[in-house]
């Protein structure tokens, strides 16, 4: 069984970066493929980025892409999350997840272990 932990949240103004971070442990984390979702508050919880185990493919959503960097690193045990020119409606906790195996990377339901979440605020 895999536990996640997110850390890199905080607040932001509009056009800054963070950097978020997601650690594995309890688990074989280069066999695992791993997302980033989001959830604003009042909101459903949206899909942000997604890699494949190998680092092969990634994918983003269309509001993230072009800003936002799902990243790796296997030896660390660890996905991140880079994101720059943050805007206001970037804000929500963020959650990565992972997946033994999954076809549809947007959809939360598919994935088999989740993070606690970090809190991200963009201010204008």
């Known amino acids: 069984q895999a536990q996640l932990v997110e850390s890199g949240g905080g607040l932001v103004q509009a056009g800054g970066s963070l950097r978020l971070s997601c650690a594995a442990s309890?688990?074989?984390?280069?066999?695992?493929?791993m997302g980033w979702f989001r959830q604003a508050p009042g909101k459903e919880r949206e899909f942000v980025a997604h890699?494949?185990?190998?680092?092969?493919?990634?994918y983003y959503a269309d509001s993230v892409k072009g800003r936002f960097t799902i990243s790796r690193d296997n030896a660390k045990n660890t996905v991140y999350l880079q994101m720059n020119s943050l805007k206001p409606e970037d804000t929500a906790v963020y959650f990565c997840?992972?997946?033994?195996?999954?076809?549809?990377?947007?959809?939360?339901?598919?994935?088999?272990?989740w993070g606690q979440g970090t809190q991200v605020t963009v201010s204008s």
């Open positions: 309890g688990g074989t984390f280069s066999s695992f493929h």
């Open positions: 997840a992972a997946a033994a195996w999954i076809s549809t990377w947007s959809d939360g339901s598919r994935y088999d272990y």
């Open positions: 890699i494949r185990r190998s680092s092969s493919n990634t």
